[in-house]
């Protein structure tokens, strides 16, 4: 009786292993596929890559901040005898849909948006200053974001970020803008080389399939690509 009873209870334990390890296996089979699928919807780009892309964003950052430093400081103190603190800083949304304080050199007048309305972009002209003009057309009003960028609220390369006002706008038509959110946003994209500032919601629909595009697509080498695009058009003067 005795004998039987260890019997009974050694068979038990061990169907409780089997269906404990082949409910581990099942589980760890479904989590695995789960998270590649979400690789695959959200960024094309290996786990190298992306190191090697935040690498990047860190070295070239840090070693552009240092080398434009006399540029910047010439470009503050402009800014600063024209009246007004020469950064500005703006709420963006950012990777997995956070919230952070993008850095811009001021082209506008203080306070043009103080109601916290943003501006049309006939508005935003009205209030820009002769400085801010030149910087806006060159784009060296984004320069103060290679902060961003070694801080990791950024990329060099990858969609540029937007204010929740128009994110809300925008996914009243196009609710797949959330896609975005699995990458940093970044200082240039393709859509800033080929589809410029977007002043218009037709704009900007046109940013975000290009931005996607960008998504299904990114690689070290369209990084080079892209980055190279911007960096002639800013040095030949091309407006973009």
Known sequence: MENEKWRIIRNFARFLKNVLNDTIKVRASRLLN????????KCSMSALGCFVKRLTDIVVSGVGMIILSPAFIIV??????????????????????????????????????????????DERLAQ??????????????????????????????????????????????RPDYTRLYAIRPGLTSLATVYNGYTDTMEKMITRLDMDLEYLDNCSLGGDVKIIWKTVSSILTGKKF
């Open 76 to 121: 503050w103190l402009v800014i600063l005898c024209s009246g007004g603190h020469p950064i500005y800083r703006q709420e963006r949304i950012g990777l997995h849909g956070k919230p952070f304080h993008i850095l811009k050199f001021r082209t506008m007048k203080l306070d043009c948006e103080k109601n916290g309305i943003p501006r049309t972009e």
């Open 34 to 41: 789960k998270l590649k699928l979400r690789m695959e919807k």
């Open 128 to 173: 820009m200053t002769c400085v801010g003009h030149f910087l806006r057309d060159h784009h060296l009003d984004e320069f103060p974001q290679l902060w961003n960028v070694f801080c990791g609220d950024m990329s060099l390369v990858g969609y540029r970020p937007e204010r929740q006002y128009f994110i809300d706008q925008i996914m009243q038509l």
